[in-house]
């Protein structure tokens, strides 16, 4: 579940030749904090949550210092599908997060930003034919063959930048191809993801 629960229980005794009752109660809390471990370079990430203000400076101000640049590519946009967001630039073409959304961030030095928000509810990322940047808007991990369930028929291939392994950052997975060849198994939440369709289709993630 994408929510931390916890259960109690108690059981009230025997009394004046009533049965016993049994009282289950459930607690509902936030999930743990999230945040984004960046590595000196660029970093291929999402944002999982909803913040109360979805500005880019406001999201990134706790590293604001250490940001160069943040790119989002918008398939639906073919004629100029690269967004850009540049500290202090006052043409930026990139200003708000969306959790459905991949993004490259590049930091001058390893960083972490906590990341702060609501839970989104269920969502659908539209997909158009050819790349997509997309994020992954749950809280939890799943497999990938689980996560791209609404698209099956369309994937040709997705790819991972795992900024932390410096000698094999690139993870794929093609659906179909030997085992030993996949080394991208599951989305996560925080990560960014190219995925490659072969038409325009929507992702449903639950």
């Given at each position: 579940p994408d929510v931390n629960v916890w259960q109690g229980t108690?059981?009230?005794?025997?009394?004046?030749?009533?049965?016993?009752?049994?009282?289950?109660?459930?607690f509902i809390g936030a999930p743990a904090p999230t945040?984004?471990?960046?590595?000196?370079?660029?970093?291929?990430?999402s944002f999982p949550l909803l913040p109360e203000n979805p500005s880019l400076e406001a999201v990134l101000a706790p590293i604001a210092d250490?940001?160069?640049?943040?790119?989002?590519?918008?398939?639906?946009?073919?004629?100029?599908?690269?967004?850009?967001?540049?500290?202090?630039?006052?043409?930026?073409?990139l200003t708000t997060i969306d959790p459905r959304w991949g993004y490259w961030i590049e930091v001058s030095?390893?960083?972490?930003?906590?990341?702060?928000g609501s839970v989104?509810?269920?969502?659908?990322?539209?997909?158009?034919?050819?790349?997509?940047?997309?994020?992954?808007?749950?809280?939890?991990?799943?497999?990938?063959?689980?996560?791209?369930?609404?698209?099956?028929?369309h994937v040709t291939i997705a790819w991972h930048f795992d900024a932390a392994d410096p000698i094999d950052p690139w993870n794929r997975y093609v659906p179909g191809a030997p085992a030993w060849t996949i080394t991208l198994d599951k989305l996560a939440p925080t990560r960014g993801y190219w995925i490659m369709v072969d038409r325009n289709?929507?992702?449903?993630?639950?």
């Open positions: 108690s059981l009230a005794s025997r009394e004046r030749g009533q049965p016993a009752q049994l009282t289950i109660s459930y945040v984004l471990a960046l590595r000196q370079g660029h970093n291929m990430v250490l940001v160069l640049g943040v790119w989002a590519y918008d398939s639906a946009d073919a004629a100029s599908p690269w967004k850009v967001y540049v500290p202090g630039s006052p043409v930026n073409s030095q390893d960083a972490t930003l906590p990341l702060q989104p509810g269920p969502q659908t990322i539209a997909l158009h034919s050819g790349w997509n940047l997309i994020g992954f808007p749950c809280q939890s991990e799943r497999g990938i063959a689980q996560a791209l369930a609404s698209i099956a028929d289709c929507s992702l449903v993630l639950p």
